[in-house]
């Protein structure tokens, strides 16, 4: 017979099988089984083949194979093997699908670095808001953030400096915006805010807002004797 066991880890559990593999009768059925069932036996002289389950670098488990004697040179069962483990392949990835298509969806839509909106993810999310302020006859304003001494920056300190120097204003900016606000990395140093407002005033206030905490993160002296320095406009749509 033919045994199939799922090493999850080491502790003997019970475990569910799909397949019990009877050579003899030659038919698959399921069952539950301990591993106590497989290690303990009244007979002496018994012969176990260990097989390893695996899909390239992926491992499932192990089949064993007790009394069949030709196990090791035999075709059909190396064959076997191959489809039980290319089935348990199938599964898993089927299982991860979902994971493996947010994960694709991670990529096309935010910027790596500073994980905002990339261009992609920023129209795809804005054109939804925009045509329920439409909707709702609500008006909508975009705040355009040019950060100045990049190049300085990354040309003295280095492109590591650089990318800080980039991620400390996304963080500042995003932790500035308000509920519902989409920012976005537009390319290199500029940055878009995008929402709806219920006047100009609180655009404004927005903008002041990331400009206080510009000011507090420069007293820090990080880019000392540079500073961080942001030029910031705005739009009411």
């Known amino acids: ?34 591993r106590d069932d497989v290690y303990q036996n009244s007979g002496e002289g018994n012969l176990y083949v260990y097989s390893s389950l695996h899909y390239g670098d992926t491992y499932f488990g192990y089949m064993i194979t007790t009394n069949y004697f030709a ?24 299982n991860n699908q979902e994971d493996y298509i947010s994960r694709l969806k991670d990529l096309s839509y935010y910027d790596p670095l500073t994980m905002l909106y990339n261009r992609l993810g920023f129209f795809n999310k804005a054109e939804i808001d925009f045509e329920n302020a439409k909707k709702s006859n609500r008006e909508t304003y975009i705040i355009f953030a040019d950060m100045d001494r990049l190049k300085v920056i990354n040309d003295t300190m280095g492109h590591k400096m650089g990318d800080e120097y980039i991620v400390d204003f996304a963080n500042i900016l995003s932790s500035s915006a308000g509920k ?23 655009v404004k206030d927005k903008i002041n807002r990331v400009q206080e905490k510009i000011r507090t993160f420069n007293e820090k002296g990080k880019y000392s004797p540079y500073i961080l320095g942001i030029r910031m406009g705005y739009t009411i749509i």
């Open 71 to 94: 196990a090791t040179e035999n075709e059909l069962y190396h064959m076997f093997i191959n489809n039980i483990s290319n089935m348990y392949e199938s599964a898993r990835k089927y």
């Open 1 to 34: 017979s033919i045994s199939i066991i799922l090493d999850d880890n080491e502790k003997k559990k019970e475990l569910d099988i799909p397949y019990h593999y009877d050579m003899e009768a030659d038919e698959a059925v399921s069952r539950t089984i301990r």
């Open 180 to 202: 519902g606000d989409i920012v976005m990395r537009f390319g290199g140093d500029e940055f878009v805010v995008f929402g709806m407002a219920a006047s100009t005033d609180e």
